[in-house]
């Protein structure tokens, strides 16, 4: 694996994530500043993956913020995954993380949407939040893995490039 | 790495049909609100579809691409199976956000409007945007899908290739 094109993926996620981030809070403070229909094609963009329902957001400016405290765990632990990506993995080496790491992960957060969607438990969204963001920093280790292999097998596929010369015919 | 292409395209209509159908029913479909389950999970189904059919090694790469493709037909088939419900499904969240504002206490202002505002007749071009937004969403969260559908499905390693046939015993030499 050619390092400079790992790296090239990752810094085009990291300004990826971030940018989702930023527009998570964008939404409410376009709302708070009175551009109604900016925000709400905003909150329309994130509406296909979460819920939205208020008393599950966090809330800027009086506004909720577009997505609920588990998805904002979510996104900014994939993030915070993300910055530490080549502290922890690094560049040189590809490999998806092990099965047994994102079971781990994922339980906690499992766990908790469970209880909650079966009436056990409601959950703070403090604690949403948490589950939510310890299951997001293992993400990144699967994106850009797949998104680098992904890159080297379009390569492969198609082949070197040749160059093709028109001889004039005299 | 594989020596041919997988095919991609089976796996991905089958779990993006069912990802997208479970994705745009009432009820079932507030299920990709935990994490995209329905689309996520989608993938992670095309994954394993493709390594049943793929007599290979999958890699990673090839988990991003059937999970991108799960999700982009996931979102086309859940736009079309939303059109008759829309009405529908516009009155449950409108009570469910009346319920939970009970329950939570105060709304925070500009919900409320947003959800009436997107009461109106759907035109062609919200319903295309809407479309777009939509696929291009799922089809990176299907591709993050896909690749840990590879990771827990995937085969590890190939089974032995049969032993090849021992040589033919030598026969009486010609050299005399």
């Known amino acids: ?170 | 790495m594989n020596p041919q292409r997988p095919e991609y395209l089976r796996p991905a209509l089958v779990a993006g049909a069912v990802a997208g159908l479970l994705s745009g029913l009432p009820f079932i479909g507030a299920g990709n609100c935990v994490c995209c389950l329905w689309i996520v999970g989608g993938a992670a189904m095309a994954a394993k579809l493709l390594a049943a059919a793929t007599p290979g090694l999958l890699t990673a790469g090839d988990g991003a691409i059937v999970g991108a493709m799960t999700g982009i037909v996931a979102a086309v088939v859940d736009a079309i199976v939303s059109i008759p419900l829309r009405s529908f499904n516009l009155g449950l969240a409108r009570r469910l956000i009346d319920k939970a504002a009970e329950l939570g206490g105060e709304m925070p202002s500009g919900v409320g409007g947003i959800l009436n505002s997107s009461s109106g007749v759907l035109t062609p071009g919200w319903f295309l945007l809407g479309l777009f937004v939509s696929a291009a969403v799922f089809a990176l969260v299907g591709a993050l899908g896909g690749i840990i559908g590879v990771s827990l499905f995937g085969k590890k390693s190939l089974p032995p290739a049969p032993a090849a046939p021992p040589p033919p015993p030598p026969g009486p030499s010609d050299a005399t």
């Open chain 1, 1 to 170: 694996m050619n390092p400079r094109s790992a790296r090239r993926v990752w810094f085009a996620t990291l300004v990826g994530a971030l940018v989702w981030l930023a527009a998570i809070f964008l939404a409410p403070w376009l709302a708070g500043r009175g551009a109604s229909g900016p925000a709400r094609f905003v909150y329309a963009v994130f509406a296909p993956l979460c819920h939205q329902i208020p008393g599950r957001c966090f809330v800027l400016n009086g506004h909720p913020l577009a997505v609920c405290g588990r998805c904002l765990g979510i996104y900014a632990g994939f993030a915070a995954g993300i910055i530490l990506y080549p502290l922890v993995r690094g560049f040189r080496r590809m490999s998806l993380p092990p099965a047994r790491m994102f079971i781990l992960l994922t339980l906690p957060m499992a766990l908790d949407a469970a209880g909650g969607i079966l009436g056990v438990w409601k959950s703070p969204i403090g604690l949403r939040f948490a589950t939510g963001f310890a299951w997001g920093t293992v993400l990144p280790f699967y994106f850009v893995t797949g998104a680098v292999d992904f890159f080297r097998m379009r390569k492969e596929r198609r082949g070197p490039r040749t160059l093709e010369i028109a001889i004039p015919k005299n």
